[in-house]
């Protein structure tokens, strides 16, 4: 027998969630520039930069990502007044990724609307989750790449849900946005193909799926919706990694990349951690604060993923989502390549199936007000972990999301070329020389100065009147520039700093 309800989520629930969406909004704005840009947003930053300078994005599948990312932040700096790297503030670098942050919130609508409240408490994990709202005021691609997976789940079942083509093209433009984002996306895909295939094997599930087929969906029509979603999905792949048609190259680099990152996950590259790490991030208590949202995150997914595997429960995307979540999970524990913010990427779909298994605990309390009681409970504690690991602690190196955290000592460091760029007869324009194996995010700190050359190694015909360096050049530096230079050092990162040189003396001398 076919569905016969209403495929769309209660006007009531996204009402709430879009206002719950310019809240996570407002958060992921609030003084967003304060936080010392991390060595990843400096990568990024540069990126941006060139594109507003008018250069030719070139796609590089070496430790860079997709370009949709850079794109929306190269526009959104454009239509707030940027038109350079040494315009740009800190704020504006990571507007992008707030954005795309808040964006995710009403999908919970599309993904979890037909649980009663669990689009309301997956949209509240998504709008104020420490690990959401840390790396959505971060400018990475994971906030986009999770607006992106979340879009072509939820647009691709409310077209199984109705049959209609506007959500299989909304589907395919999430599809490609993935695709276009991070390489990590054709991996995903393949999670979710896997999942679907588990549920098929499993024929109450399959059964269900059945069931919420719209009757309006012949085999045709779900045919040519499917091409549409491809076709949308291959077109905005072919464009970006294009460059819009100037870097054809850069289709074949966007093949390149899955192998090459396969290879950095499995070998680690630096970042090796045990299967346990994201478990630890997420749930063990920090000095700083208790993990709320590692908490209600684990316990609500269980709960949920039970549920919906309940003889008489007809939740067959609820199902998918357990499954999808935890081969995701899994896929990330076993490789050794670990960074907190890719714990996102298995998040999505986990806090969709964790708010409809917290409704499921508030529906069976007597009657509606202590359900909304316990929920702004749940809204406190959460906002209370995100005000001190996303603001008062945001760089503190015992937060288990400040990775490699950039030390705020490199304020000082732009304050000590200001005051030598001042007494300049060439001010800005004096020449400063950046060496050594571990400089970034300098490039981003140095960005108003137009005369700055990187090196691996010192060269022996320097002209700059600045030397920057760091620790494996001092010894070199010494011996390259001579009598006559003063020395001071700078934190770059916790136990990482960065030397100075200059001939004229700090005023602490």
């Given at each position: 027998?076919?569905?016969?309800?209403?495929?769309?989520?209660?006007?009531?629930?996204?009402?709430?969630?879009?206002?719950?969406?310019?809240?996570?909004?407002?958060?992921?704005?609030?003084?967003?520039?304060a936080?010392?840009?991390?060595?990843?947003e400096?990568?990024?930053?540069v990126?941006?930069?060139?594109?507003?300078?008018?250069?030719?994005?070139?796609?590089?599948?070496?430790?860079?990502?997709?370009?949709?990312?850079?794109?929306?932040?190269?526009?959104?700096?454009?239509?707030?007044?940027?038109?350079?790297?040494a315009?740009?503030?800190?704020?504006?670098?990571?507007a992008?990724?707030?954005?795309?942050?808040?964006?995710?919130?009403?999908?919970?609508?599309?993904?979890?609307?037909?649980?009663?409240?669990?689009?309301?408490?997956?949209?509240?994990?998504?709008?104020?989750?420490?690990?959401?709202?840390?790396?959505?005021?971060?400018?990475?691609?994971?906030?986009?790449?999770?607006?992106?997976?979340?879009?072509?789940?939820?647009?691709?079942w409310?077209?199984?849900?109705?049959?209609?083509?506007?959500?299989?093209?909304?589907?395919?433009?999430?599809?490609?946005?993935?695709?276009?984002?991070?390489?990590?996306?054709?991996?995903?895909?393949?999670?979710?193909?896997?999942?679907?295939?588990?549920?098929r094997?499993?024929?109450?599930?399959?059964?269900?799926?059945?069931?919420?087929?719209?009757?309006?969906?012949?085999?045709?029509?779900?045919?040519?919706?499917?091409?549409?979603?491809?076709?949308?999905?291959?077109?905005?792949?072919?464009?970006?990694?294009?460059s819009?048609?100037?870097?054809?190259?850069?289709?074949?680099?966007?093949?390149?990349?899955?192998?090459?990152?396969?290879?950095?996950?499995?070998?680690g590259?630096?970042?090796e951690?045990?299967?346990?790490?994201?478990?630890?991030?997420?749930?063990?208590?920090?000095?700083?604060?208790?993990?709320?949202?590692g908490?209600?995150?684990?316990?609500?997914?269980?709960?949920?993923?039970?549920?919906s595997?309940?003889?008489?429960?007809?939740?067959?995307?609820?199902?998918?989502?357990?499954?999808?979540g935890?081969?995701?999970?899994?896929?990330?524990?076993?490789t050794?390549?670990?960074?907190?913010?890719?714990?996102?990427?298995?998040?999505?779909?986990?806090?969709?199936?964790a708010?409809?298994?917290?409704?499921?605990?508030?529906?069976?309390?007597?009657?509606?007000?202590?359900?909304?009681?316990?929920?702004?409970?749940?809204?406190?504690?959460?906002?209370?972990?995100?005000?001190?690991?996303?603001?008062?602690?945001?760089?503190?190196?015992?937060?288990?999301?400040?990775?490699?955290?950039?030390?705020p000592?490199?304020?000082?460091?732009?304050?000590?070329?200001?005051?030598?760029?001042?007494?300049?007869?060439?001010?800005?324009?004096?020449?400063?020389?950046?060496?050594?194996?571990?400089?970034?995010?300098?490039?981003?700190?140095?960005?108003?100065?137009?005369?700055?050359?990187?090196?691996?190694?010192?060269?022996?015909?320097r002209?700059?009147?600045?030397?920057?360096?760091?620790?494996?050049?001092?010894?070199?530096?010494e011996?390259?520039?001579?009598?006559?230079?003063?020395?001071?050092?700078?934190?770059?990162?916790?136990?990482?700093?960065?030397?100075?040189?200059?001939?004229?003396?700090?005023?602490?001398?």
């Open positions: 027998m076919k569905s016969t309800a209403n495929p769309g989520p209660d006007r009531r629930i996204r009402l709430w969630l879009f206002c719950a969406a310019l809240g996570a909004l407002a958060l992921r704005l609030f003084d967003l520039g936080r010392p840009v991390h060595t990843d400096a990568v990024n930053a990126i941006v930069g060139n594109l507003l300078g008018g250069a030719t994005y070139r796609y590089d599948p070496h430790d860079h990502h997709g370009p949709s990312f850079f794109y929306l932040t190269a526009g959104l700096c454009r239509l707030l007044g940027d038109r350079s790297l315009g740009m503030a800190a704020w504006q670098l990571r992008g990724a707030a954005l795309a942050g808040a964006a995710t919130v009403p999908l919970a609508a599309l993904l979890a609307g037909e649980a009663a409240g669990g689009a309301l408490l997956a949209g509240l994990l998504l709008a104020l989750g420490a690990p959401f709202v840390c790396y959505g005021r971060t400018a990475i691609h994971e906030s986009l790449l999770v607006f992106a997976i979340l879009l072509a789940l939820g647009a691709g409310r077209f199984w849900k109705c049959g209609r083509f506007g959500w299989a093209v909304a589907a395919g433009l999430g599809a490609g946005l993935a695709a276009c984002t991070k390489e990590a996306a054709p991996l995903i895909a393949g999670a979710a193909l896997l999942s679907l295939a588990i549920c094997m499993h024929p109450p599930t399959r059964r269900l799926w059945r069931e919420q087929r719209s009757p309006a969906l012949s085999e045709s029509r779900l045919a040519r919706g499917a091409l549409v979603a491809a076709g949308i999905a291959l077109a905005l792949a072919l464009l970006f990694y294009s819009f048609g100037e870097n054809p190259a850069g289709l074949r680099d966007a093949l390149r990349s899955v192998p090459l990152l396969s290879t950095r996950a499995l070998t590259a630096g970042q951690k045990p299967w346990w790490t994201y478990v630890s991030w997420l749930g063990r208590p920090s000095p700083l604060c208790l993990p709320w949202f908490w209600l995150t684990a316990a609500g997914w269980v709960g949920g993923a039970a549920w595997f309940r003889t008489g429960v007809n939740a067959p995307l609820a199902r998918f989502l357990s499954v999808l935890a081969i995701l999970f899994a896929a990330y524990a076993a050794p390549y670990k960074t907190p913010w890719l714990m996102l990427e298995f998040l999505g779909p986990v806090t969709i199936v708010g409809i298994g917290l409704a499921r605990v508030l529906g069976t309390l007597p009657g509606r007000k202590p359900a909304i009681v316990v929920a702004c409970l749940v809204a406190a504690l959460l906002d209370r972990e995100t005000a001190k690991l996303c603001f008062r602690f945001a760089g503190n190196p015992r937060n288990p999301y400040a990775y490699a955290p950039t030390s000592d490199l304020g000082r460091l732009t304050a000590r070329l200001d005051a030598l760029a001042a007494g300049s007869p060439q001010g800005r324009s004096l020449v400063i020389e950046v060496a050594g194996a571990d400089y970034w995010p300098l490039p981003w700190y140095l960005r108003k100065f137009p005369r700055v050359g990187y090196w691996s190694r010192l060269p022996e015909d002209v700059g009147a600045v030397v920057l360096v760091s620790a494996d050049q001092v010894a070199r530096a011996t390259v520039l001579g009598p006559g230079w003063h020395r001071e050092f700078f934190g770059l990162r916790a136990d990482v700093l960065v030397y100075l040189y200059t001939r004229t003396p700090p005023a602490h001398a």
